[in-house]
């Protein structure tokens, strides 16, 4: 079974700082797919980014990016230039496509942007 | 567009009622997700579809059934619930299952059963 990681339950940020949120997970399987959802007080779940496992190359959408090192099993993300919007609970979340694209989450981060 | 629809966005209810949660995408996707979201807790799967079938049941208990009408609705139906099943109910989408398949979610259901 797939295990998903979040060793930071909160963390803040000053605007316009750079902060970076862990992951790690274990698995047996080769191809997978990793994720960095957030979750504002609205609760509405949104995609920030995301891996292949496949591809060594680190995804990146914007001001955010990872850091995906997949022999340490470990997945970062990176928020540059943070902004108060920015401010919700991060998920990091697996998906085994080869299991009905099951999905198994972390416990989440809590980021608390400050003006 | 990656809306996903669902209603209602609150509901109350008591043990015996009988309820339904309702989900909606017109994406084309054809795998539909259901998962449970207890308070300060990441979500859980609970059910997957995929073109109408269902393809994951993970060990949900039989007051929750799940309905897929047609490729674009998903349907939650309770039943005798208990207290313990208060929390915030998800529906995500995919194009389909297998690789490269980003899920997007709903706004959620928030349930509170008395």
């Known amino acids: 079974a797939q295990t998903v990681t979040q060793s930071q339950p909160e963390m803040s940020v000053q605007e316009a700082e750079t902060v970076t949120l862990s992951c790690t997970y274990d698995t047996s399987e080769s191809n997978y797919y990793l994720f960095w959802y957030k979750q504002p007080p609205s609760r509405q779940m949104i995609l920030v980014i995301r891996q292949e496992a496949y591809k060594q190359q680190n995804a990146t959408e914007n001001r955010f990016s990872v850091n995906f090192q997949k022999a340490a099993k470990s997945f970062s993300l990176k928020i540059s230039d943070s902004q108060l919007g920015d401010t919700a609970m991060y998920f990091c979340?697996?998906?085994?496509?080869?299991?009905?694209?099951?999905?198994?989450f972390g416990a989440g981060t809590r980021l608390t942007v400050k003006p | 567009d990656t809306e996903v629809t669902q209603t209602p966005k609150h509901l109350v209810m008591g043990m015996t009622n009988k309820k339904s949660l309702k989900c909606e995408q017109h994406m084309g996707h054809r795998a539909m997700y259901w998962y449970k979201q207890k308070a300060k807790k990441p979500p859980e799967l609970m059910f997957v579809?995929?073109?109408?079938?269902?393809?994951i049941n993970e060990s949900v208990p039989s007051r929750f059934s799940p309905e897929c009408p047609n490729s674009s609705l998903l349907n939650l139906h309770l039943h005798a619930l208990q207290p313990e099943d208060s929390a915030l109910y998800l529906c995500?989408?995919?194009?389909?299952?297998?690789?490269?398949?980003?899920?997007?979610f709903g706004p959620g259901t928030r349930l509170l059963v008395l």
């Open positions: 995500a989408s995919s194009p389909g299952l297998g690789s490269q398949e980003t899920q997007y």
């Open positions: 979340a697996f998906m085994n496509p080869s299991n009905n694209n099951d999905m198994r």
């Open positions: 579809y995929s073109y109408e079938k269902l393809s």
